[in-house]
């Protein structure tokens, strides 16, 4: 519950950040200066950038605390008991040990969704967050009826 809150917390930071910082590109925009029309038309790209990159981020956890979901309801969720480090972090020797089993999963069912959430959390546990979320995302394009591109 502490992530959700910070995630929410970071987004609507980010989402004022970039009001205001669009109330700035107008302001330039509207001087008619050419220097500053062009400095306010480059400022306007970010916000725009930044909206869009924060409205995919908050999709994604969305959509990936909902497969999370419906994958403990259903039971589905890895089961092991991994030892803690102080930080809250999963000890990586007993995360990378665990590995292997998901990674075979996805090899042996590579269209079901299920395996590949499970392997974003031993990524996740491993310490791996590229590699992660890549999962996931392959998880929530499966779920949706979609197909992997390679």
Do not use: C, H
């Amino acid at each position: 519950m502490r992530r959700r809150g910070g995630a929410l917390l970071m987004a609507l930071l980010l989402a004022l950040y970039l009001v205001v910082l669009g109330q700035r590109a107008v302001l330039f925009i509207l001087t008619g200066i050419p220097v500053a029309v062009a400095l306010g038309i480059a400022l306007l790209v970010l916000p725009l950038l930044g909206a869009w990159a924060l409205v995919r981020e908050v999709l994604f956890g969305i959509r990936a605390e909902a497969l999370g979901g419906r994958l403990g309801a259903e039971g589905g969720l890895p089961e092991e008991e991994l030892p803690l480090r102080p930080s809250g972090r999963f000890e990586r020797p007993a995360a990378d040990a665990a590995f292997p089993r998901y990674k075979a999963e996805v090899e042996a069912a590579p269209t079901d969704w299920r395996a590949w959430y499970r392997l974003g959390l031993a990524y996740d546990a491993s310490g791996d967050r590229r590699r992660a979320r890549q999962a996931v995302r392959n998880a929530i394009q499966l779920s949706r009826g979609g197909t992997l591109e390679d």
